[in-house]
């Protein structure tokens, strides 16, 4: 190991909270698809900062973007009006096929919004959730996270959530009450292990809620921004959300999320009922203007169906005892193996590709979309070995 690597580490150690599970490289440089480590090692990253990277690493266009707005303005507040966000606004709204958007600083606090935008739409407590979801870590979005390792220390949480298992309409309607707020899903679920719901039980959801007058809300976090070989997730079921969150992708890699209602809910918000100090600044909407535009231009939703398509098939081919099962759509990939699979892990990034678990035997694929056949046929062999290697 580097000096680098070493004082990395040793101040990291000493001034950092120690909160994290690191793998032990430090990243220091990153192009495309590609990064590089302290010791001057490439990776393919399969990773891309959990699913943030959609346009790659350091895109010229975000770097123009972000490098030019930052000689002019970087920070106003929300007091005054600025041109970045009215603009990031008119392009995001249509997009989604929303109405009206409220722009934070992360996915967990676009989850912060939707939760109290729900409560004041419709005068209602509880609200609904699925087993396995995964929703941040503040106390409002925890309460709506499932796993019981993230909620227990906290506890107690927001009360009157309930958790229903995932794809199962006949648990939804058992458990919806004319207290229920809003019910809240991932369209795919990521950190629950990329699942993947039938389409008929969104639709499904979206009935239930309709007859019980309450509001459906959808966290693409994870799954927006051409990850799914859709602009979002939604689209693939056709099911529109009364609420959807997003961030992750959103600009470009610098930290942003959005919460975004139709009309009819958006409306309910009044001035002093929620604020972000950072929230959709001049700086980050710059960016999120040009990853936007980046995915357009280089038809990256398009891409990532393809590609998705093509490591998908690679996969599958493959027929290894130790795969369960082969789960994604687009470039949101999970593989269930019948062992741990930290070992893999720990074996493709001693080979030269970056992959992380979303459970401890579901592996997760969330490259950039850029990402070649060449270096998919580079990531399966080198899964390949690792899975056989871990037997």
Same mark, same amino acid.
């Not at 303005?73 to 041109?83: A, C, D, E, G």
């Not at 458990?175 to 707020?181: E, F, R």
């Not at 035997?361 to 694929?365: A, G, I, P, Q």
């Given at each position: 190991m580097t000096d680098q690597y070493q004082n990395i580490v040793e101040n990291d150690s000493k001034f950092v909270f120690q909160n994290y599970t690191r793998q032990p490289i430090a990243l220091?440089?990153?192009?495309?698809?590609?990064?590089?480590?302290?010791?001057?090692?490439?990776?393919?990253?399969?990773?891309?900062?959990?699913?943030?990277?959609?346009?790659?690493?350091?895109?010229?266009?975000?770097?123009?973007?972000?490098?030019?707005?930052?000689?002019?303005?970087?920070?106003?507040?929300? /007091?005054?009006?600025?041109?970045?966000?009215?603009? /990031?606004?008119?392009q995001l709204v249509p997009r989604t096929g929303m109405d009206r958007v409220f722009f934070c600083n992360s996915g967990t606090e676009s989850i912060e919004g939707a939760l109290k935008l729900a409560r004041r739409a419709t005068a209602r407590t509880d609200f609904i959730a699925a087993e396995h979801s995964f929703h941040g870590r503040t106390m409002g979005s925890l309460s709506v996270t499932h796993k019981s390792q993230y909620r227990t220390p906290f506890e107690p949480l927001i009360k009157n959530v309930d958790f229903i298992p995932f794809n199962d309409i006949e648990?939804?309607?058992?458990?919806?009450?004319?207290?229920?707020?809003?019910?809240?899903?991932?369209?795919?679920?990521g950190e629950g292990g990329i699942r993947i719901p039938d389409n008929e039980y969104l639709k499904g959801v979206r009935d239930i809620c309709d007859d019980n007058n309450t509001l459906l809300i959808f966290d693409e976090v994870q799954t927006g921004f051409g990850r799914t070989g859709r602009w979002f997730g939604w689209e693939h079921s056709g099911v529109k959300p009364d609420i959807m969150t997003l961030a992750k992708a959103l600009a470009g890699g610098l930290p942003m999320g959005a919460m975004l209602a139709i009309e009819e809910?958006?409306?309910?918000?009044?001035? @002093?009922?929620?604020?972000?100090?950072? @929230?959709? @600044?001049?700086?980050?909407?710059?960016a999120a203007i040009a990853s936007l535009n980046v995915i357009e231009n280089e038809k990256l939703v398009e891409r990532s169906a393809r590609m998705g398509s093509y490591m998908m098939d690679s996969l599958e081919n493959l027929k290894l005892d130790n795969v369960l099962e082969i789960r994604g759509k687009g470039l949101m990939i999970g593989i269930e193996l019948r062992i741990k699979c930290g070992p893999?892990?720990?074996?493709?990034?001693?080979?030269?590709? /970056?992959?992380n678990c979303t459970s401890d035997?579901? /592996?997760?694929?969330v490259p950039p979309l850029m990402?070649?056949?060449?270096?998919?046929?580079?990531?399966?062999?080198?899964?390949?070995?690792?899975?056989?290697?871990a037997e």
């Open positions: 220091v440089k990153g192009k495309g698809a590609v990064v590089w480590d302290s010791n001057g090692k490439e990776y393919i990253d399969c990773v891309a900062g959990i699913a943030v990277n959609n346009i790659g690493h350091c895109h010229p266009a975000i770097a123009e973007a972000v490098s030019k707005q930052a000689s002019e303005l970087i920070h106003v507040s929300n /007091l005054y009006y600025n041109k970045q966000q009215s603009d /990031l606004a008119a648990s939804l309607k058992e458990t919806i009450s004319q207290n229920t707020a809003a019910v809240l899903l991932e369209p795919i679920q809910i958006a409306s309910k918000m009044q001035k @002093g009922d929620h604020a972000a100090t950072f @929230g959709g @600044g001049p700086l980050v909407c710059a893999v892990v720990d074996y493709a990034r001693k080979n030269g590709v /970056l992959l035997s579901v /592996l997760r694929f990402i070649t056949k060449e270096q998919i046929d580079r990531v399966i062999d080198v899964v390949t070995n690792g899975i056989q290697e």
